[in-house]
């Protein structure tokens, strides 16, 4: 029997990509270590299956639409959780099965937000530029004026979303010894409405995944209605607040601190308000960007195309009626 041929477009790592190259031929070329980085069209990607004589596809960010959905190839992998560069009514109707890898950065993600957390309310940065600059003793006064901080135990923080990320972080707040409450419309274990949460919580964590009812759900009316001397925590995307109402809730001083990793077209304009404000952590949508993100949706995609190629049913597969027809 010929073995199969797998082209993988997406970054891979450890025991799951030797699982896939036990299962079948593999042609490991990860569009992020391409430089410049790389993401094939649909066209571009069907001109390297039928190149590669591939069978099957893992990708990451590639179109996977029109003619890719044309080539003879046996099943799709995208290594997200919502895996929306993949045309899935189109390979459902080609009788294609398409897998995903929900939850794969659910813990890298959650430590992120804690990272943010800490640093924001914590004063790291500052203190940090302080060292380097040899201004320890800033202005005659002494580091523990300056920095003097809440702790977090005690404090409760209100997660909005409670899907993989979020629920990953709760545990590791309940751990530090926060009181974790909830607010998804869409999940048994959330028990709070939003404008409760907002009454409730000292820190704010948005897990939202983006859609029509999420758009701007944190704007100037939610920052209003959150406790004096909130903390605000963005790890999931920038679409869910407004960033104008943000920077008038931290300038007027109603939040204490903000801690956000992601911004519309993945970039912040250099002269932004918020980047003149000390009490604001930024980092550049890196919450994910983990060694154990990539081993984990490696693992994932080989033991779900085990699966597949055993004729049983993947644990994370898109469109289960493919293989009921």
Same mark, same amino acid.
């Given at each position: 029997?010929?073995?199969?041929?797998?082209?993988?477009?997406?970054?891979?790592?450890?025991?799951?990509?030797?699982?896939?190259?036990?299962?079948?031929?593999?042609?490991?070329?990860?569009?992020?270590?391409?430089?410049?980085?790389?993401?094939?069209?649909?066209?571009?990607?069907?001109?390297?299956?039928?190149?590669?004589?591939?069978?099957?596809?893992?990708?990451?960010?590639?179109?996977?639409?029109?003619?890719?959905?044309?080539?003879?190839?046996?099943?799709?992998?995208?290594?997200?959780?919502?895996?929306?560069?993949?045309?899935?009514?189109?390979?459902?109707?080609?009788?294609?099965?398409?897998?995903?890898?929900?939850?794969?950065?659910?813990?890298?993600?959650?430590?992120?937000?804690?990272?943010?957390?800490?640093?924001?309310?914590?004063?790291?940065?500052?203190?940090?530029?302080?060292?380097?600059?040899?201004?320890?003793?800033?202005?005659?006064?002494?580091?523990?004026? #300056?920095?003097? =901080?809440?702790?977090?135990?005690?404090?409760? !923080?209100? $997660?909005?979303? &409670?899907? +993989?990320?979020?629920? %990953? /972080?709760?545990?590791?707040?309940?751990?530090?010894?926060?009181?974790?409450?909830?607010?998804?419309?869409?999940?048994?274990?959330?028990?709070?409405?939003?404008?409760?949460?907002?009454?409730?919580?000292?820190?704010?964590?948005?897990?939202?995944?983006?859609?029509?009812?999420?758009?701007?759900?944190?704007?100037?009316?939610?920052?209003?209605?959150? #406790?004096?001397? =909130?903390?605000?925590?963005?790890?999931?995307? !920038?679409? $869910?607040?407004? &960033?104008? +109402?943000?920077?008038? %809730? /931290?300038?007027?001083?109603?939040?204490?601190?903000?801690?956000?990793?992601?911004?519309?077209?993945?970039?912040?304009?250099?002269?932004?308000?918020?980047?003149?404000?000390?009490?604001?952590?930024?980092?550049?949508?890196?919450?994910?960007?983990?060694?154990?993100?990539?081993?984990?949706?490696?693992?994932?995609?080989?033991?779900?195309?085990?699966?597949?190629?055993?004729?049983?049913?993947?644990?994370?597969?898109?469109?289960?009626?493919?293989?009921?027809?």
């Amino acid at each position: 029997m010929t073995r199969l041929r797998a082209l993988v477009t997406a970054p891979l790592r450890g025991a799951g990509i030797d699982k896939l190259r036990q299962l079948a031929d593999v042609v490991y070329d990860p569009w992020i270590d391409q430089s410049p980085l790389r993401i094939y069209t649909a066209e571009q990607l069907a001109e390297r299956i039928a190149a590669e004589r591939a069978d099957i596809v893992v990708v990451e960010g590639d179109s996977v639409t029109g003619p890719v959905l044309e080539s003879p190839i046996r099943a799709i992998a995208s290594t997200r959780g919502d895996p929306n560069n993949v045309d899935i009514s189109g390979a459902t109707n080609a009788n294609i099965p398409v897998l995903h890898t929900p939850g794969r950065n659910a813990d890298a993600v959650a430590e992120m937000a804690l990272a943010l957390l800490f640093a924001a309310t914590r004063h790291v940065l500052t203190a940090d530029a302080d060292v380097r600059a040899g201004q320890v003793f800033r202005d005659g006064t002494i580091p523990y004026q #300056r920095f003097r =901080a809440w702790e977090i135990a005690g404090r409760t !923080a209100g $997660l909005v979303g &409670l899907g +993989a990320v979020a629920r %990953a /972080l709760r545990w590791r707040l309940e751990g530090l010894g926060v009181s974790v409450i909830a607010h998804d419309p869409y999940s048994d274990e959330a028990h709070h409405t939003l404008e409760e949460l907002l009454a409730r919580a000292d820190i704010i964590s948005v897990h939202a995944p983006v859609t029509q009812e999420t758009v701007g759900m944190i704007g100037a009316r939610q920052f209003a209605a959150m #406790r004096d001397g =909130a903390v605000f925590l963005n790890t999931a995307r !920038a679409q $869910l607040h407004d &960033l104008d +109402a943000l920077v008038d %809730a /931290l300038g007027s001083g109603k939040l204490a601190a903000a801690g956000l990793d992601h911004f519309a077209g993945e970039r912040l304009p250099h002269d932004h308000p918020l980047i003149g404000l000390p009490n604001v952590v930024l980092t550049p949508h890196i919450g994910g960007a983990t060694w154990n993100t990539e081993a984990r949706q490696a693992q994932m995609v080989a033991d779900d195309l085990e699966a597949l190629l055993s004729g049983r049913m993947p644990a994370h597969i898109v469109n289960p009626e493919v293989l009921k027809s």
